[in-house]
């Protein structure tokens, strides 16, 4: 019986130190924070060739990778436009669509229909998610005005005001 209680207790102790690390885990999902942001080469949505490298470092900047097919992209979306009216003025914020089955076209026709007023890019070779080791859509990196990540997270429902407060 005494056996049993102790594997039983030990097991339990080994589920919660699972249970603890899963959080940590999936907070290291993606760049790093304290990382400089790396370069990386997109395509505006009417097709020219452009790179990353040409808005970091100017403001502290918050950038989305989304799709339009993305169920936690479109909940996060209305965030984003307040955050943007909020603070669109000393933050920049960029969209970065992520679709490799849709192309740039589609994307705008999207935007029409949802407006979104920042600048967006497609990330037409998948340079930029590579870059940036994106995990999945809906994934935010927010840098501050030297190009240091301070912030990552994924899904609909992420709090980004405080650490967007922060970056004046």
């Not at 900047?61 to 436009?81: G, N, R």
């Amino acid at each position: 019986m005494r056996g049993a209680q102790s594997a039983l207790r030990a097991l339990v102790v080994a589920a919660v130190f699972v249970a603890a690390a899963a959080p940590a885990a999936q907070a290291q999902l993606g760049i790093e924070v304290g990382s400089k942001a790396p370069p990386a080469r997109v395509q505006t949505l009417d097709g020219r060739v452009a790179d990353l490298s040409q808005v970091i470092g100017k403001a502290p900047i918050v950038m989305e990778f989304w799709a339009t097919w993305c169920p936690s992209c479109k909940q996060l979306e209305p965030e984003l436009q307040r955050l943007h009216a909020k603070y669109g003025s000393t933050v920049a914020f960029v969209g970065i669509a992520v679709s490799v089955n849709q192309k740039p076209p589609l994307v705008q026709r999207y935007l029409e229909r949802h407006p979104m007023p920042w600048t967006h890019f497609y990330d037409y070779e998948g340079e930029a998610t590579g870059a940036y080791d994106v995990p999945a859509t809906s994934y935010i990196v927010i840098l501050d005005r030297s190009g240091t990540v301070v912030y990552t997270g994924l899904g609909g429902d992420q709090r980004l005001e405080r650490v967007i407060a922060a970056l004046k």
